[in-house]
Nanobody
Framework: QVDLTESGGGLVPTGGSLRLSCAVS????????MGWYRQTPGKEREFVAA????????RYADSVKGRFTISRDNAKSTLLLQMSSLKLEDTAVYSC????????????????????WGQGTQVTVSS
């Protein structure tokens, strides 16, 4: 069993920055590729960013490319999402997810690849 706990959400003005963290319990954090998703009421969950087991490969949704940076600290079993130049449309509940994989350099953008999910943290961007 793997537990994922997000933190770092909050209220931030347009153009501001925020850093989300995802603490992963259990052993073998490096067995998982990791990802961030977000969801707003009435909409489907949306891919934000993903990172490979090794941390050497990352991929982003076009809507956040150049503004968000995903990273991981394998020694601390922690996933991070640095968000900058935030826009109103970035307002959502952000969740982290873990995808078991044998590949060091694969980052996944499909929900079906993820087995474990956190509860989410609210990010609200205000004008």
């Amino acid at each position: 069993q793997v537990d994922l706990t997000e933190s770092g959400g909050g209220l931030v003005p347009t153009g501001g920055s925020l850093r989300l963290s995802c603490a992963v319990s259990g052993n073998y954090f490096t067995n998982y590729a990791m990802g961030w998703y977000r969801q707003t009421p009435g909409k489907e969950r949306e891919f934000v960013a993903a990172i490979s087991r090794s941390g050497s490969v990352s991929r982003y949704a076009d809507s956040v490319k150049g503004r968000f940076t995903i990273s991981r600290d394998n020694a601390k079993s922690t996933l991070l999402l640095q968000m900058s130049s935030l826009k109103l449309e970035d307002t959502a509940v952000y969740s982290c997810a873990a995808a078991p994989t044998m590949y060091d350099t694969r980052a996944y953008n499909r929900e079906v690849d993820y087995t474990y999910w956190g509860q989410g943290t609210q990010v609200t961007v205000s004008s």
